[in-house]
């Protein structure tokens, strides 16, 4: 069965940081890019960041780039979100996904496989 279990979500002050982690199951995890999405209520589903299947490359949305870093360790099937400088407009449910591409793309419509999610919350 295909499977990925984010965790690493919470309340955290506004300057805070969060690492989540979205771990694989089911799949062959180099094979695929990795990314991570936010979606906040009454919002479209968003790109964060993304990497791709070695993690020599890596692409991030204007609002988080120098706050947030993408890596993965295809030893672990796993791929981290580290989160730095929180801020309230942060506050979301955060999403990994994985899809069949070399490079990590941006379009939330190249992935095929989703986790649940795991909510970050951002007080200010």
């Known amino acids: 069965q295909v499977q990925l279990v984010e965790s690493g979500g919470g309340l955290v002050q506004a300057g805070g940081s969060l690492r989540l982690s979205c771990a694989a199951s089911?799949?062959?995890?180099?094979?695929?890019?990795m990314g991570w999405f936010c979606q906040a209520p009454g919002k479209e589903r968003e790109f964060v960041a993304g990497i791709s299947r070695s993690g020599d490359r890596t692409s991030y949305t204007d609002s988080v780039e120098g706050r947030f870093t993408i890596s993965r360790d295809n030893v672990k099937n796993t791929v981290y979100l580290q989160m730095n400088s929180l801020k309230p407009e942060d506050t979301a449910v955060y999403l990994c996904?994985?899809?069949?591409?070399?490079?990590?793309?941006?379009?939330?419509?190249?992935?095929?496989?989703w986790g649940q999610g795991t909510q970050v919350t951002v007080s200010s």
């Open positions: 089911g799949l062959t995890f180099r094979r695929y890019a």
């Open positions: 996904a994985a899809g069949l591409s070399v490079d990590a793309s941006t379009s939330k419509y190249e992935y095929n496989v």
